[in-house]
């Protein structure tokens, strides 16, 4: 049996105080293993964005354990929190958070430099990266000078080309036209297929869902229902 890389024990995240209190998370617990591809779906406002962020370290839960890659990520504080999010996770917003004022090339560049990653080692990781994503010809441009598909490829690979134990994305498509989100994602399944990346991505869209392997419905903060993809198509999935 694969290992585990990601589990979540019964977590809860609540909002507010005494008075009016939202079960944002109520009791989820699930595990991804490596080399999965899995996708959690589910209607606005189910608790879908606060799940993803609670494991990329941004939020806190209320209640239970979330344990990635042997780390038990509830009890990290401080620079070790902050360390661990560099070393073992790679993220896929919505909107692509790129820096402005560096060209796609340094905007992937600075990812490894924080790591302090060899300028060597960073070109040629660059290069094999670029390829896998289709943005070679794009690596000098700013990001005012792409398109949003071309701006999330760069974003997608400043994600992967630290190798993170775990790839998290939150409604990665949800700017992008269809052909550019199709695109995205089909560079995204390869990405898991080829590198064996392991990633969770959150998205309310069944096109989007149906490259997953995997899919976790949640409904107001829970897990309701699970799909497998087995051996059918894409197609067929969706
Ligand atoms: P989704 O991403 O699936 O749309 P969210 O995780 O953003 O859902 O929100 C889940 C629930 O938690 C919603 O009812 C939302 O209003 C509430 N919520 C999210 N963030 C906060 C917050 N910072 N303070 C209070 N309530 C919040
Ligand atoms: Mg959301």
Redesign the pocket.
């Known amino acids: 049996m694969e290992k585990a890389i990601l589990k979540i024990e019964n977590i809860q995240r609540y ?2 105080n005494k008075g009016v209190v ?1 079960k ?1 998370i109520d009791d989820i617990s699930f595990e991804v293993k490596v080399g999965e591809f899995v996708g959690i779906m ?10 993803l ?1 609670c494991i990329s370290t941004i939020d806190t839960v209320t209640a239970g354990h979330i344990i990635i890659d042997g780390d038990d990520i509830t009890t990290l504080r401080g620079s070790k929190l902050s360390d661990f999010r560099r070393e073992k996770l790679g993220f896929i917003f919505q909107q692509f958070n790129l820096l402005d004022t560096l060209t796609a090339y340094e905007n992937i560049a600075l990812a490894l430099s924080i790591l302090k990653v060899p300028v060597r080692k960073i070109e040629t990781k660059i290069a094999k990266t670029a390829k896998l994503l289709n943005i070679e010809d794009v690596l000098h441009k700013y990001p005012y000078e792409m398109s949003g598909g071309q701006q999330q490829r760069v974003a997608a690979a400043r994600a992967i080309i630290t190798k993170p134990a775990l790839i998290l994305a ?1 409604e990665p498509t949800g700017a992008l036209d269809s052909k550019s989100a199709c695109m995205l994602l089909t560079q995204l399944s390869q990405l898991n297929e080829i590198e064996q990346a392991t990633i969770l991505m ?1 998205t ?1 869209d069944p096109v989007s869902a149906s490259y997953c392997k995997r899919i976790l419905f ?1 409904k107001d ?1 829970r897990i309701f229902q699970e799909m497998l993809r087995e051996n059918e198509t894409r197609k067929a999935f969706y």
């Open positions: 909002y507010g939202t944002a589910g209607a606005s406002g189910s608790g879908k964005t606060t799940l962020n939150d959150v309310h949640i903060g």
